[in-house]
């Protein structure tokens, strides 16, 4: 469980996020969603520990964040704008390792979590393909690969969607169904709902740094328009 009680963040004089409450359960697929600068980034960079409140708190499976670092990263894996960024290795293969490798798990179960992370977003088989081949839909699932090696049991997804072509964007739809129907924890923020709404249990909506709307993506539907957010085509 994730729970952010009271959750200030200020970068100079702009308050991103602002005395914020919100409790995720284990298992629950969110949608954080919210306009432009609305403080969805800055929220889930609490969740393990990437940035520090300036007021309040966020625990992970019951131990606050700041105390407890190393637990938060492993119990919370992100996958943030611009995976591209994220890609530490020169291959496949070893990119998914490196996360593993760090925990210090043997070769066989870095092995094992490689395998499977890669064909639990179809790039099994390419372990040894290098890592600039890719197109931008590889890259991402690299990244939502990379962070499922980690065994997290919250995946939170920083706008999966941007910058990928219709084809990509549904091949990573299908895998974020899969991880769902498959009982990991999934935070995806996004600013267009398109699609999204089928994967959530419950779509929370910020504005100004604060919780405007909890609620299910049925009943969000309404409202999307007010808070700044392109409704699905089936709304
Ligand atoms: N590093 C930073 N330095 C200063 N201000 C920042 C910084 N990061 C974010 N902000 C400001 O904090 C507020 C919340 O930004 P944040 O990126 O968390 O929102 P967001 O909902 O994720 O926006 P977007 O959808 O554009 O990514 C905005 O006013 C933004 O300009």
Redesign the pocket.
């Known amino acids: 469980m994730i729970r952010v009680e009271g959750l200030v963040h200020r970068?100079?004089d702009?308050v991103?996020v602002d005395a914020l409450d919100l409790t995720i359960d284990d298992g629950e697929c969110v949608v954080l969603a919210?306009a432009?600068?609305?403080?969805?980034?800055?929220l889930v960079r609490h969740f393990n520990g990437l940035l520090e409140p300036d007021a309040g708190s966020v625990s992970v499976n019951g131990r606050a964040v700041a105390e407890n670092l190393v637990a938060a990263r492993t119990a919370v894996a992100m996958v943030f704008q611009h995976p591209e960024d994220q890609l530490v290795a020169a291959t496949v293969g070893a990119d998914v390792a490196f996360g593993p490798e760090n925990l210090g798990l043997s070769r066989d179960d870095i092995d094992r979590r490689v395998s499977e992370s890669l064909a639990a977003v179809n790039l099994d088989g390419r372990a040894d393909e290098r890592v600039d081949t890719l197109s931008g839909g590889e890259v991402e699932r690299l990244a939502i690969a990379g962070a499922l090696a980690m065994e997290p049991d919250h995946l939170v997804l920083d706008e999966p969607f941007t910058g990928l072509d219709e084809p990509a964007r549904q091949s990573v739809l299908a895998r974020l169904q899969e991880l769902r129907t498959s009982g990991t924890s999934l935070v995806v923020v996004t600013?267009d709902l398109r699609d999204v709404t089928e994967l959530a249990d419950r779509v929370v909506v910020?504005s100004d740094g604060r919780v405007a709307l909890d609620t299910t993506p049925e009943n969000a539907s309404d409202r999307l328009a007010d808070l700044g957010i392109r409704p699905p085509p089936s709304c």
């Open positions: 970068y100079g702009t991103a919210g432009n600068g609305s403080g969805k980034t800055t600013h910020l």
